[in-house]
Every structure is written in C-alpha cells, then in structure tokens.
C-alpha cells in the first residue's frame, strides 16, 4: 500500500464530514450533526461506557469498533433506519460491508478493519455490544441538547420507541437523560 491508497481512504473518512445524518434533516433540525460529529460521540461515549460495565473490555478493540462503525456511510450515506427497515433483511449488513471492501481495497489491514466490521454487525462480543450501547446513547444525548436548543416536537418520536441496552449502566444514563427532558436539571457545565 503507498501513500495514494492512504490519502483515498483518508479521503472517504473525511467524507463523514460532509454527510448530515438523515434523521435530524428529516425532522427539521437546523444545521445538523454530520455523520462524524456523531462518530465523534460514539467513541466519547464507548470510552466512558468502558469504565462503567462491569465486563472486561478490550479497549482498544471497542474503540476500533466505535471509530469505524458509521465508516460505511462515507459511500452509501446516512439512511435513516425506518428506510432501511422497509429493505429485504441482510441487505443493510451486505451493503455497508461492500462499501467497506471498497474503501480499503487492498490494503494490508483490510481483513482486520473487515473482521472488527463483522464483529459489529454480529454483536455478539461484549465491545460490539457496549458500541451499539455508545450508538445510541450519543443519540439521545443529541436528541436532548437539540431539545433543550429549539421547540422541535418532531424529536418527542425518538423518545417513543422503547430502547433495551445491553449493558445496565447504559440503561440507567439513557434513562437519566429521559428525566432531564424538561425537567429543567442543571448540568455541570451550567452550575
């Protein structure tokens, strides 16, 4: 692999800068996250989550996971999940592995970027399971400040859906932010 084949996959990541996470768009959020605003997120929230459970977690691993788990949206954008819910089953996990395969090419880490993106989508190790936690705590804590900034009721749908985490303790912060829903807590930042 040369410097070429790095800059064109340095240059799909950097294409998650530039795609709005569809969601936020579609319920007229003004000036949405992108998609590596969120990413950003993920990884924050996996790195404290890993501290938090009581299972041993590879660290390293779950932030591998958390760094590349949107990666794939650089080609197919972010579609939002009731789209994809609407799409023959398996089809989601086959196409963001294609969109993977076609970032990396031949890299020499392809087949270990591909595993850890396997990994993910099979959720069945404790890091797997903690970054699908860390996915969609970043999302309602998106939901909440995008709240608390705006009187955007297309948001109070986020919240109408029942979310089982896989870890209590990403349950319990999910559910301390449901209470801070115009409950007027002040936050550390605000004290």
């Keep these: 692999m040369d410097e070429h084949d790095a800059v064109e996959i340095l240059r799909y990541a950097n294409q998650l800068k530039r795609t709005a996470r569809t969601g936020w768009v579609q319920r007229g959020v003004a000036e949405a996250e992108d998609v590596a605003a969120h990413s950003y997120g993920v990884v924050f929230a996996t790195l404290l989550l890993a501290r938090l459970v ?10 591998a996971l958390a760094v590349l788990h949107d990666l794939p949206e650089a080609l197919t954008t972010d579609i939002p999940s009731p789209a994809w819910r609407l799409l023959p089953a398996g089809l989601k996990a086959g196409v963001e592995r294609s969109a993977i395969e076609t970032m990396l090419g031949s890299a020499p880490f392809a087949g270990e970027w591909l595993a850890w993106h396997d990994e993910l989508t099979l959720n069945e190790s404790p890091e797997a399971r903690l970054v699908h936690d860390a996915d969609k705590i970043d999302l309602f804590v998106q939901a909440l400040i995008y709240e608390e900034q705006s009187s955007n009721s297309h948001l109070q749908e986020f919240w109408n ?8 303790v ?10 801070q829903r115009g409950g007027g807590r002040q936050t550390r930042m605000e004290r």
């Design 54 to 63: 009581e299972d041993a977690i590879d660290l390293g691993r779950a932030l």
């Design 161 to 168: 859906v029942e979310h089982a985490f896989h870890y209590p």
């Design 170 to 179: 990403a349950q319990a912060i999910y559910e301390a932010l449901a209470a």
